[in-house]
């Protein structure tokens, strides 16, 4: 089995390249090659040395024809622009989003066409597809079935991406997979562009002793995962076979991974009595409308019925996603 990760040297990348070679097999299947794709590359990875890893160096729309010069039986894709950089850019956004996506597609496309096995494709979206309309707002718990109105550049392009998955699955072209991944935290090493960064910030700088700003108001309630569990979902959606029945993926809807739903002051609550006051009160309100605007716009609660018939559940608290974090963290 040839398995391609593009942003095979990122947060979730990194992790899901992890997993797959502790595990050396997916689905039943042996792992022959593992192809990490990425622009930034990081030689100091523990995976860089494995026997079973291809990287691949370069944007992913001008690397395709290496990335396809042998047959791939899955690609999971997370490479991405993120949130509040797409709302910044648009043009970025269009291009490392929806350009790119539609580039790697027509590369399955062709594998297909010419007799090849049609390639499985586990697509990293994400909750902010949803969004709140004055003429239809969000209910209080979103699911598969809710109609996606994204408020965000970043949520409409992962909603064509969705479509057009969906589309050339339908066709025949690749089995697409989609992931709506919920914020994932808490995220080590530099802060990134994504809107909902902060959600990170204001536990990882804080238990290293520096100080976070929190640009949304305490009551805010967001939907959390932790890098496991959004690992095990994609991990989970990248194993299982279509068909009707227990632990198998029926229809072609997109699966909403499980959430944490929090709000904010319960978050540095938490962050209080795991680790301290002196920990807890480096992090200061200051709400920022952009942030909010943002962050906001996205579901709080999210129905997990269907990722739930896959085996699939969400962290059981906050405190837990801090504790693993310490776990995890480099000393």
């Not at 003429?135 to 079935?145: D, G, I, K, Q, R």
Request: contains cysteine.
């Amino acid at each position: 089995m040839r398995i391609v990760v593009t942003g095979g040297f990122g947060f979730l990348g990194g992790r899901v390249a992890a997993a797959l070679l502790a595990r050396r097999a997916l689905g039943g299947e042996a792992i022959d090659r593992l192809v990490l794709v990425d622009q930034v590359v990081r030689p100091e990875s523990p995976v860089w040395a494995d026997p079973l890893v291809e990287v691949v160096h370069g944007a992913l729309a001008d690397r395709l024809d290496e990335v396809f010069a042998d047959p791939v039986d899955l690609v999971i894709h997370l490479a991405a622009a993120v949130s509040a950089a797409c709302e910044a850019d648009f043009d970025l956004g269009m291009s490392a989003n929806v350009d790119t996506t539609r580039a790697l597609l027509e590369a399955a496309r062709t594998q297909s066409a010419s007799g090849g096995r049609v390639p499985r494709l586990v697509f990293s979206s994400s909750v902010a597809v949803y969004g709140g309309d004055p003429a239809l707002p969000l209910p209080a718990t979103v699911s598969e079935s809710t109609l996606p109105l994204p408020r965000t550049s970043y949520g409409t392009q992962k909603l064509i991406c969705e479509q057009l998955i969906a589309d050339c699955t339908r066709r025949g072209f690749v089995d697409g997979r989609v992931a709506r991944l919920m914020t994932v935290t808490v995220r080590p090493g530099k802060p990134n562009a994504a809107a909902s960064g902060f959600l990170s910030g204001i536990v990882r700088e804080p238990l290293a002793g520096v100080p976070a700003i929190c640009p949304v108001r305490p009551g805010l309630r967001v939907a959390l995962s932790s890098p496991r569990r959004a690992v095990e979902g994609l991990l989970r959606l990248a194993e299982v076979e279509r068909g009707t029945g227990p632990g198998r993926l029926e229809g072609a809807l997109p699966v909403n991974l499980p959430a944490l739903s929090v709000t904010v002051a319960d978050m540095l609550t938490t962050l209080r009595r795991v680790a301290g006051s002196q920990v807890a009160d480096l992090v200061t309100i200051a709400p920022d409308p952009t942030t909010e605007s943002i962050v906001g716009s996205w579901p709080a609660a999210v129905d997990h019925t269907r990722a739930a018939g896959l085996g699939l559940h969400p962290d059981p608290d906050f405190e837990s996603i801090i504790r693993a974090y310490l776990d995890d963290k480099p000393s």
